[in-house]
Every structure is written in structure tokens, then in C-alpha cells.
């Protein structure tokens, strides 16, 4: 069945990345069609209800980096788009540290032989002629040197990821080493000076979850432009151009301008004619880092007072636990909290195959054995999945990937948009932005 409606421009994918593209667009008022493999958009930028409670999918902030799109956020949200300031911490044998590490607290709470193994390691690094980082880890040592960084940063990276810092690229950072150096560790120290360029604690959070952003990009977008329940099968080309998309159970559409905001492993998966066997090739060996969020409902007005806390230690089978209501008093009632626990994965491993229940016993288990909560008051706890919540960029993946990207430039009427279908590791700022330009671009 061939839909000959013309419609200017066609969203593979309704996440934050689709949703984005289609609300500027929609603002350009151009016609445009997104296409939703589930039943509710959103894709890893969901805030859920659950009876009393609110939890987002993921342990989301917007960062004040764009003024240009933190105004527009401000205009879609309006007052509930809030300023908030709650710092993060790190757990780490049986004490909470601050995060970004702060040179006050490491003086606070480490042996002062360690910091003075971080000094000595600091200044060999700076009046050292090295070359650049060519991985993570190298790029950890240079930053804040061996012994902080296998304390905090190697362990915890390994968990989230999943592979040896030393395979990992270094754009695996973003900016989070940015400014953490010898020289603001020793202005703090001995001359009292606090640099909060390094600082997070500091974003907007709207008042009734992180997935109001998007709820909003929707309405503005209009349901009637959003098929949902509709997998994208087939995107059939001639080489040049797409020239159809066939979904849902073979329905046919004759397209203009394709967005793409899928994964790529999706993409060139669904491309008719297939690619060139190198490029298939170059996307089976990418991958992908799932998450398992398990929400624990507790009898407490409140967990911390903290936006994240991050545990590095083995003992923990997870990575982040993040409270809602630190961020927005709606998220929970006001005698009563719940924390999210966020649990990498890739598929098959042994984090994937256990049980919800086993999952849960081994979670709660370690909470209460470090006295983070106590088990009778634990009310209840769901559980969340979330694929291809990462891409894992490891030593090399760029290069591999020029093929990719010059076989996808080939076609002249597909453009790509977001994490997935970037293979980057983009925060919510960078892919409104980027939506927009490429509105610009193409409108």
C-alpha cells in the first residue's frame, strides 16, 4: 500500500534526538511525519509515573552550556523549568566524596601520603614533554595522575563501560576532566581559592521530571504527525536517495528528506539494498551499553542530599543511584522517597540474563550491608530497561567508522541525528542544538 501524501520531511525515531528535529521543524512549519517503533515516545528521556512517585529514565540534567537553548527551554517550559543546585558524590569505603573532586575534600578525607603520591604525579606530568593520551586511562593519569585516578575514575569507568579504560577513546570524558589539575588543586589548598569552573552541581530540572522537555516538543509537534506502534522494516534507495520507507506491516511512503535518529547498527540493518559488506562489517563489531534501572521504594522522606552518587567499588553491582526528589519535590510524596539504580549491561552478559528478584536481592543486599538503607524500609521496586543507553567509543572506533559515515553521505536526502545514530556521547544541550541547526540546514 503506497501513502503518496507528500510530506516534506520523514523522523526515523521518536527520542529525544527525533523529537527535537521534529519540533523545530514544526516550528518552521514544515510537514513533517515521525515514526515510533513503541507505544509512547520519548525513548531514554521518559519520566514514569509510578502510583505516588516519579523516576526518570536515566540520571538526567540540562546543562546551561547554549544560552541560545536554554532560553528556548525556558520559553517550552515555562516557570517549571527550574534552577537547581545539588551537588554529586562518590562512595567509596564507607565515605562519601565529593564529585567533581574537590581538593578540600581529598585533604578532608585521604591519607596525606596518597595526596602527596597525587602531587609528586602531578608536577612529573606537567614538566614532563609527553604525548597525547591515545585512551582513557592514559588521559586519566595525565589529568590527575596514577593514584587518584585508579581510587575513583579506572574502576568505575571499567564497571560502566564494561572494557578496560586502556581500550576506551578518550572522548568517553566529554568535559568531566576539564579544569582538574595540579594547579587548582593547589590554589584551593594553600591560597584558599575555589574554582567552580569544574563544578556540577549546578542545572535546570523541569518541576515534574526530565521527560516534561520532551512530552512538551511533542504536543507542540502534534499527535496527528507521530505514528506510533510503526518500526521503520525498510528504507528502500536507489544509491543516491532514499526513496521510500516501508513500516509497520509493509505500508509504503514515498519520501523527500529523511532524519534519521535510530541507532546505526538499526539503520544500516534496514537499508535496501544492503550496504557494501565493509561497512556491515564495521557495524556488527560497534557496541552499545544497555541499562537496567531498579527504582527501590523507601518509608524516608529523603535518601541523600544528593543529585547522583557514584560507587566505583566491586562490591556494588551498580554504577549511579540517583534520588528524584533532590531534583524536584513533585517526584515523590513528602514522607516518602525512591532511588534509582542504574545497572550497565551489554547483551547476554551475566547482568542481562539474572532475574529481577536475584537482581534486587543482590542490589538491596549491598545498600544495607553499607548501612545506606535500612530493609524495613523498603516499600516495594520495579524495574526499567533502557537499550542503547550508551555508545561504547572505544581506541579506534572513529577511524573504523569513515567508511560508514562516507557510504551513509552518499545519500543526499538522509541526515543523522543524535547518540545512536551519531555514535557520540552527546548530552541533552548538544542534541537540541544540533536539531536545530540541522532544521536550519535542510529547511
Not at 589529568?143 to 577513546?169: C, H, R, V
Not at 537496567?292 to 557514584?310: G, K, M, T, W
Request: proline share 5%; glycine share 6%; hydrophobic share 35%.
Amino acid at each position: 500500500m503506497l501513502d503518496k501524501k507528500n510530506t516534506k520531511l520523514h523522523i526515523l525515531g521518536g527520542g529525544p534526538a527525533g523529537l527535537a528535529a521534529g519540533y523545530f521543524a514544526k516550528k518552521k512549519n514544515i510537514d513533517l511525519e515521525i515514526f515510533e517503533a513503541s507505544n509512547q515516545t520519548g525513548g531514554n528521556c521518559k519520566t514514569i509515573k509510578y502510583g505516588e512517585y516519579r523516576f526518570d529514565t536515566g540520571a538526567h540534567r540540562f546543562h546551561d552550556k547554549n544560552d541560545e537553548v536554554t532560553s528556548e527551554m525556558k520559553s517550552l517550559i515555562g516557570e517549571d523549568f527550574l534552577k537547581i543546585s545539588v551537588p554529586s558524590k562518590i562512595f567509596k569505603n564507607g565515605i562519601l566524596i565529593d564529585f567533581p573532586l574537590n581538593s578540600f575534600d581529598l585533604l578532608k578525607n585521604l591519607k596525606f601520603s596518597i595526596l602527596l603520591n597525587t602531587v609528586y604525579e602531578n608536577i612529573i606530568n606537567r614538566i614532563g614533554n609527553f604525548e597525547p593520551p591515545n585512551n582513557f586511562k592514559e588521559l586519566a593519569y595525565m589529568k590527575y595522575g596514577e593514584t587518584i585516578s585508579n581510587l575513583f575514575l579506572l574502576n568505575y569507568t571499567k564497571k560502566l563501560w564494561g572494557q578496560d579504560p586502556i581500550k576506551l577513546a578518550t572522548s568517553i570524558s566529554g568535559d568531566r576532566l576539564k579544569n582538574l589539575d595540579l594547579v587548582t588543586f593547589l590554589k584551593e589548598i594553600f591560597f584558599n581559592v575555589s574554582s567552580s569552573e569544574h563544578l556540577d552541581g549546578s542545572f535546570y530540572y523541569p518541576r515534574y521530571g526530565f521527560g516534561t522537555i520532551f512530552d512538551q516538543m511533542k504536543e507542540c509537534i502534534g499527535n496527528e504527525n507521530i505514528k506510533l506502534n510503526s518500526p521503520v522494516m525498510r528504507l528502500g534507495h536507489d544509491g543516491k536517495k532514499i526513496k521510500e520507507i516501508i513500516y509497520k506491516k509493509g505500508k509504503a511512503i514515498d519520501v523527500n528528506k529523511v532524519i534519521n535518529s535510530l541507532p546505526l547498527n538499526i539503520l544500516i540493518n534496514i537499508l535496501d539494498p544492503a550496504p557494501p559488506k565493509k561497512v556491515v562489517e564495521v557495524i556488527e563489531n560497534l557496541n552499545y551499553r544497555n541499562l537496567r534501572l531498579c527504582i527501590i521504594y523507601l518509608d524516608i522522606p529523603y535518601f541523600s542530599e544528593n543529585a547522583s552518587i557514584y560507587f566505583p567499588e566491586k562490591i556494588f553491582p551498580f554504577t549511579r543511584i540517583y534520588e528524584p526528589k533532590n531534583r524536584s519535590k513533585m517526584m515523590a510524596p513528602s514522607n516518602k522517597t525512591c532511588i534509582v539504580v542504574e545497572i550497565p549491561y551489554s547483551n547476554n552478559d551475566q547482568i542481562h540474563l539474572k532475574s529481577k528478584n536475584k537482581l534486587f536481592q543482590e542490589i538491596s543486599s549491598s545498600l544495607i550491608n553499607s548501612r545506606l538503607i535500612e530493609k524495613n524500609k523498603i516499600i516495594d521496586y520495579s524495574f526499567f530497561t533502557i537499550d542503547y543507553a550508551y555508545p561504547v567509543l572505544e581506541v579506534g572506533t572513529e577511524n573504523s567508522l569513515i567508511p560508514v559515515f562516507n557510504y551513509l553521505n552518499k545519500f543526499n536526502n538522509l541526515y543523522h541525528i543524535g547518540r545512536g545514530a551519531e555514535f557520540k556521547y552527546l548530552h541533552t544541550h548538544d542534541i537540541i542544538q544540533k536539531s536545530r541547526l540541522l532544521i536550519d540546514k535542510i529547511s
